[in-house]
T-cell receptor, first 115, second 114 residues
Framework: GAVVSQHPSWVICKSGTSVKIECRSLDFQATTMFWYRQFPKQSLMLMAT?????????EQGVEKDKFLINHASLTLSTLTVTSAHPEDSSFYIC???????????FGPGTRLTVL | AQSVTQLDSHVSVSEGTPVLLRCNYS??????LFWYVQHPNKGLQLLLK??????LVKGINGFEAEFKKSETSFHLTKPSAHMSDAAEYFC????????????FGTGTRLQVTL
């Protein structure tokens, strides 16, 4: 149990376009999901906490108008990178914690490349 | 505030020899600690967790870790390395005071040679 999926696993887009990444908890409900960004050979950086039915909480330095987060149901959170630029190219990972657990379960990640 | 320090950015071992990945933590409260593994271009997989129960924690794939409060350490060990263990390992502490946010170590890359 406790499986988190992401879609797509990789995406290539042109500069100036928007890209949506989906994060789903497959076998549990998640009122809170987390979005991370990871640069090559570095650790994960928390971007935002996604809360079902309410606004996301963004970490300092993360542009909320650029990285739009929607958590419309207990099993789905989406991250939309708006007007993407090459510097947004990165590995994006989501996670969620099943009820009653303390550990987070991570999705397989999405590799975004902006040309 | 909580923090995690992974003492080695890179560890290389021969297949069949023991593995030791070191982690020290700092926490104002009783922490929950985790080890995660990440293979290239993959998400993170939970290896094991410590949540104030037994101090010696056994995880998947033969890994275990011991919580030592006096040394503020949570080192990861495995008696015999396998080629498939080559990956990036993250020591993580949960910040229970701030909405369950995780604090990550900088990671240790484990290389396993023949």
């Amino acid at each position: 149990g406790a499986v988190v999926s992401q879609h797509p696993s990789w995406v290539i887009c042109k500069s100036g376009t928007s890209v949506k990444i989906e994060c789903r908890s497959l076998d549990f409900q998640a009122t809170t999901m987390f979005w991370y960004r990871q640069f090559p050979k570095q650790s994960l950086m928390l971007m935002a906490t996604s809360n079902e039915g309410s606004k996301a909480t963004y970490e300092q330095g993360v542009e909320k108008d650029k990285f739009l987060i929607n958590h419309a149901s207990l099993t789905l959170s989406t991250l939309t990178v708006t007007s993407a630029h090459p510097e947004d190219s990165s590995f994006y990972i989501c996670s969620a914690t099943p009820p009653g657990r303390v550990e987070q379960f991570f999705g397989p990640g999405t590799r975004l490349t902006v040309l | 505030a909580q923090s995690v320090t992974q003492l080695d950015s890179h560890v290389s071992v021969s297949e069949g020899t023991p593995v030791l990945l070191r982690c020290n933590y700092s926490s104002s409260y009783s922490p929950s600690l985790f080890w995660y593994v990440q293979h290239p271009n993959k998400g993170l997989q939970l290896l094991l967790k410590y949540t104030s129960a037994a101090t010696l924690v056994k995880g998947i794939n033969g890994f275990e870790a011991e919580f030592k409060k006096s040394e503020t350490s949570f080192h990861l060990t495995k008696p015999s390395a396998h080629m498939s263990d080559a990956a990036e390992y993250f020591c993580v502490v949960i910040n229970t005071g701030t909405a369950s946010k995780l604090t990550f170590g900088t990671g240790t890359r484990l290389q396993v040679t023949l």
